[in-house]
């Protein structure tokens, strides 16, 4: 998947610079000129009345807070999705001639649990914009119920026909099937499926044992019906429904990889115990949590005893 990055990125950018194919609004002219909320000229982009433009541009600005100027905000894709409402788009901010530092945002779109592109560069956001109301960040409309599971389904299909989300369908068939699987807080413990290898890591030796997974072709299913694809390649997927997000001390990790997909799950604590938690890190999380118990379960883990001068303490 990583291998793939960069041609993502490279279509995507060059997609959003062409005046031809998805992009909505002219290239050139006043509306792609910098300058600040004063001078800047708002035009009509696609669906858009320049009024509205500018009301996106503004509100967006003022939830992003002081570094934002409204004049160097820009719509690229006019609509992810309209629900009542709500308009999902895209924006593009022009950092030229500005200090770099302030790019803080991932180039892989998401929200809680859902994936949806990836942008080619740290200058791109996911936006909600609501009728009278202003710019919205999508996970907060998320979490208060106001955007639904059958909404995010939508946004990420309307990003699929726009070329604009990587190709990641788990498209393998059962002879083909195997994991790896690693977790802990270094990650310290490691399993592969194919070859049934349990690997423990100490300080300075690592343990191993063999353990066959039991009913691979329901855990075969499980993965299919989970569809990789929908989750960022790494996240923290403890963000409850009223919005806070739970980390422990040390971080505790888990990565799940299957061909060329992988999803790295960071700040959990796995006790089993998902019920207040975002359907869609729910269904992860019973599932990294039934292979991390079954192996932990086993006969063969129970064979690997680490010296305790060779332990990894952590504090």
Request: net charge negative.
């Amino acid at each position: 998947m990583k291998k793939r990055r960069f041609l993502l990125a490279t279509m995507f950018a060059l997609a959003l610079g062409s005046c031809s194919g998805v992009v909505i609004g002219p290239c050139d002219g006043p509306n792609q000129s910098l300058g600040d909320s004063a001078s800047r000229v708002y035009e009509a982009f696609g669906p858009y009345s320049a009024a509205q433009v500018k009301e996106i541009c503004k509100t967006f600005a003022k939830r992003r807070g002081d570094w934002s100027d409204p004049g160097r905000v820009y719509l690229e894709y006019g609509e992810l999705g309209v629900f009542g409402k709500v308009h999902v788009n895209i924006l593009r901010y022009d950092a030229e001639g500005l200090d770099e530092n302030y790019l803080a945002v991932e180039t892989i779109a998401s929200c809680c649990g859902y994936y949806i592109c990836d942008f080619p560069n740290p200058s791109y956001y996911l936006n909600a914009w609501v009728e009278g109301e202003g710019s919205f960040d999508l996970t907060d409309l998320y979490i208060n119920g106001t955007i639904t599971d059958e909404n995010m389904r939508s946004i990420v299909e309307e990003a699929n026909r726009l070329h604009i989300r990587e190709n990641k369908t788990l498209d393998i068939e059962l002879d083909d099937f195997c994991f790896t699987f690693d977790w802990g807080c270094g990650p310290d413990n490691h399993y592969q499926s194919d070859s049934g290898t349990i690997e423990r890591r100490g300080r300075e030796h690592v343990y191993n044992a063999t353990f066959y997974y039991p009913n691979i072709e329901g855990l075969f299913e499980k993965i299919k019906a989970l569809d990789m694809g929908s989750y960022p390649s790494r996240f923290n997927p403890y963000q409850r429904w009223d919005g806070r997000i739970c980390f422990q001390n040390p971080v505790y990790y888990c990565e799940l990889a299957v061909g060329d997909m992988s999803i790295m799950l960071e700040g959990l604590t796995l006790n089993g115990n998902f019920d207040d938690y975002l359907p869609q890190c729910k269904k992860l999380l019973e599932l990294v949590y039934e292979i991390k118990t079954t192996i932990e379960g086993s006969d063969a883990w129970g064979t690997i005893t680490i010296p305790e001068d060779d332990m990894v303490l952590y504090e």
